[in-house]
């Protein structure tokens, strides 16, 4: 069951390296989890600056979502 797969990186294309591994128990399962990054080490801070303004991007989404929802159900 184990497989090979390329996990290139979105922004330069190089394969990325396996920063950390874990081991977590879930019910009866046991998953592991691997974090990936570029070996770029500039590369790689632009890929999280680029997440991370995702990420708040979504949030503020989600959070005017929300407001309207209430607003509604005052209504």
């Given at each position: 069951m184990n497989k090979t797969n390329s996990n290139l990186c979105?922004?330069?294309?190089?394969?990325?390296l396996v920063?950390?591994?874990?081991?977590?128990?879930?019910?009866?399962?046991?998953v592991t989890t691997k974090e990936m990054a570029c070996p770029d080490s500039d590369c790689q801070?632009?890929?999280?600056?680029?997440?991370?303004?995702?990420?708040?991007?979504?949030?503020?989404?989600?959070?005017?979502?929300?407001?309207r929802r209430q607003a509604n159900n005052k209504k």
């Open positions: 979105i922004r330069c294309g190089k394969q990325r920063v950390k591994t874990w081991k977590e128990k879930i019910g009866y399962s046991m801070k632009k890929v999280d600056q680029s997440n991370e303004k995702q990420r708040a991007k979504h949030e503020a989404l989600k959070l005017r979502s929300s407001r």
